[in-house]
């Protein structure tokens, strides 16, 4: 047994911090809100330089081959900088889509080109009937001669507007099970029939979209792994990507809580600073006792779909779960024991939670996953 | 990152795993050790001598101790291990615990020859049983200002003063004590750590009955009690710093609670217990509630894992270790209320029952729970180390 990072590890914590420090502060990512792209070529090819944006693709696919628990350090350090862009969306949901279900020939057109920065994924899955299951999953996808045809609507879609290849999970039957039954395609960007409408959303450094697709031919050759059969590796991607979230939002409430001690060590009311005072002390105990239970939930989930132990779906579910409560919490608090000062646009507070709250019911809230965790230990 | 025992823990593990399960009677085992780490009755205390005995023969008792002492030399993972197996398999906190714990490696480390050879074998067979004597009805969180008084007479110290919250002293034949032998000193520097008889004239122990009916704590008084100079252990005026050192072996966190057979307990329950003629389970506030239980009761598991390998890597403690009492004993609590959600008036009732057979465990784990949030340090006091001394927040 040994629960902590390896010095590999912690040298790619340093060197992230290190990046981000210099590449991403909050100047930068005020800027990236105020824009569609929220991310910029120049620091899209940066993070290409880094190696990150094909971390935990096989290296036969272009990427470095690294695990999750390697992610988890490199997510909490982005997660300390808000940092803006498709990184998600590209490298853990579209491109892993890809490395997940992609044929040889799939993957290698669009892998290595993903990690150098070339091209960019999303990952299509939600609907307006928002359920984070298999039955989530209704747009019929009808074969046809030549392939496939598709209708109907993918909400919050993560940086969709952005995507050269949209990877978008569909219904192919209705098969005894709900997960029996889904598949999923590549969708080029510019595929007749498909809309992509920008919604204004809450976290602006990282975009959501609504996908129109109205009639979409595709050829067979566009179908990602195996008809029907496209909910496991699909399920296997967004616990991955979901457990990412979760050590991003840890590293985020870890500023939030460090900018907040900072302040209430210097902020003075009645002759004392605030931080002396019983009622702000102990909520920022409160603080810390959350984040470090979401981290040890975090690093457990990442250990155990690394290592593929049974207990991997009930372990994302509770880091999911405790991760969203933690994240409401530390950043709603944080701008409480701010003040006045901490509801200002001026005062990066704002980013850190705006960002807290998409992320806390992205990938199903924490009454979400309670649920599945209650099914999963009822046996 | 590696949740997964090495192989030689494994095999230490199975080893011990085997041996409970061929030795362990079943009619000793408690559901929730912690709440009965002192015997009920003095029948109940004679079968767990008896299990000590057993586990000493067998080697398992002191492991953590050095060979030379009689212990095995084990390292802390197995010391860990050992504590994991030794609550999984739900038996009962050994006789002579606190002594095994805090007192057996103090001696060692400042004891006399003199003091180990008598002391460190009888408490490894639980020959002889032992209270600590350090808190006092003024002296809490802030130990430091101990008033009982000991005075120098030549070959003997005169105590005078009064323990409180002893643990199990009207079982014990021996306390390990902290008295105050230098007034004039600042508060730290004029403590000394003794070892007293408890037949020694003078010595007199009161019930201190818990809302529980448990009478697992008691008043201890000094009248005028003759302390000879040999049972002092270490250098006069500097019994803080023994017994810091003591309470540095104190494992905290090592082996720890484990909550995760109560989830599953009430788990259980849930299904079998009607609510409105249907199983609780049905409701989805009462699956909510489990599993964010069962969400916590991991939480501090990995927590108290990390905590763990700061110490195994020689590292400074990080904010693992504190947070660990803090949330532990609010956990406990939550589960316990939580019995009552469940259970509603059969968590009342300190008696098996048709529906809820195991009802007496919860209405137990009600009123005990109450304990931990206070003993060892309120949650307020948690609060206030976490704030100034992790998070570096001025005091108040």
Redo the contacts between chains.
Sequence with gaps: MDIGFTEEQELLRETARKFLDAECDSRFVRARMAEGAAVTDEFWQKLAVQGWLGIVYPEADGGSGLGLVDLVVLMEEMGRRVMPGPFLSTVLLGGAAIAEAGTSAQRREWLPRIAAGEKKAALAWTEPALRWDAAGIALPARETEAGFTLSGTKLFVGDAHLADVLVVAARTRDGSTMEDGVSLFLMPKDTAGLTITLLPTIDETRKLSEVRLDNVALPAAFLIGDKHAGWAPLSRVVARAAVALCAEMCGSAQQVLDMTVDYAKLRVAFGRPIGSYQGVKHQAADMLVAIENAKSLTYYAAWALDQGVDDGPLAVSMAKAAASDMARRVAGTGIQLHGGIGMTWEHDLQLYFKRAKASEVAFGDASWHRERIARLING | ??????PE?AAFRAEFRRWLEGNLPPEICVDDAADQRVAPDRETLEKRIAWQKKMHAAGWVGISWPEEYGGRGASF?EQVIFDEEYFRARAPVLPTASALNLLGPTLIHWGTEEQKKRHLPRILSADELWCQGYSEPDAGGDLASLRTRAVDRGDHFVVNGQKVWTSGAHFADWCFLLVRTDPDAPKHHGISYLLVDMKTPGVTVRPLVLLNGHRHFNEVFFEDVAVPKQNLVGPLNQGWKVAITTLMFERSGAGGRDHAAQIARL?ELA?QFPNRQEPA?ND?HI??Q???L???V???Q??R??G???R??GEPPG??GS?LK??GSELALRIADFSSTLLGPYATVDAPTEAVPDAARWHNRVLGARQYTIAGGTS?I???I???R???????
């Design positions: 990152m590696d949740f997964a025992d090495s823990h993972m788990a299904r389970w989805s699956r909510q489990l599993a964010q069962a969400i916590d991991k939480a501090l990995v927590t894992l990390r763990l390998t700061r195994l890597r904010p693992e947070i803090l949330f307020e948690q609060r206030n976490i704030g100034e992790v998070l570096g927040l001025p005091k108040g």
